[in-house]
């Protein structure tokens, strides 16, 4: 593939619900934590700039799985475009969302030791730490939105 030529993977795609989705080999973004020793733990979301899809909501950082790309390395090369270089941080677990239609994106999360200042670069207008209660109350995506609600019913199941 010569650097002019389009990355493979990376343009849209139609599911078998006819859902429209980014990626054509699925999607992953990175959820990043930082647990402190007291009090509550804060997540580093970016808010999507205006010119992408779902513009002005709350997410992650990621985007299309390139062909042969495992979804780990997608969530890590996404998020150094979105946000900037990214300390070390240890992989604590993976969740993966299926519209329905087989598309999937892997929401990789990983905890770091410090919250660290993630500048707003390609497709973010802004970013900041939040706390789970924080989290409820912003324009999320949808996948987060998701994700935030996954967690609470898993919270408070029998």
């Known amino acids: 593939m010569s650097p002019s030529d389009p990355v493979r993977g990376e343009r849209w795609t ?3 619900q006819n859902h429209i989705h980014w990626g054509a080999n699925g999607g992953a973004g990175l959820l990043l ?5 007291s009090g509550n733990p804060t997540y580093l979301l970016a808010r999507r700039s205006r010119s992408v899809d779902e513009g002005g909501t ?13 979804p780990e390395a997608t969530a890590r090369r996404e998020a150094i475009e979105e946000i900037g270089q990214l ?3 240890d992989v604590t677990a993976v969740e ?5 239609g087989g598309w999937l994106f892997h929401i990789i999360m990983g905890d770091v030791k410090q919250p660290f200042v993630a500048y707003s670069q390609q497709e973010t207008q802004e970013t900041g730490w939040f706390t789970l209660e924080q989290l409820r109350g912003l ?3 949808p996948g987060i939105r998701r994700w935030l609600d996954h967690r609470n019913s898993a919270a408070s199941g029998p």
């Open 14 to 16: 139609i599911c078998s």
């Open 33 to 37: 934590r930082h647990k402190p020793g």
């Open 58 to 70: 709350w997410g992650i950082p990621g985007g299309a799985v390139r062909h042969g790309e495992r």
């Open 87 to 89: 300390p070390c941080y």
């Open 96 to 100: 993966v969302q299926d519209c329905g």
């Open 139 to 141: 324009q999320l995506h």
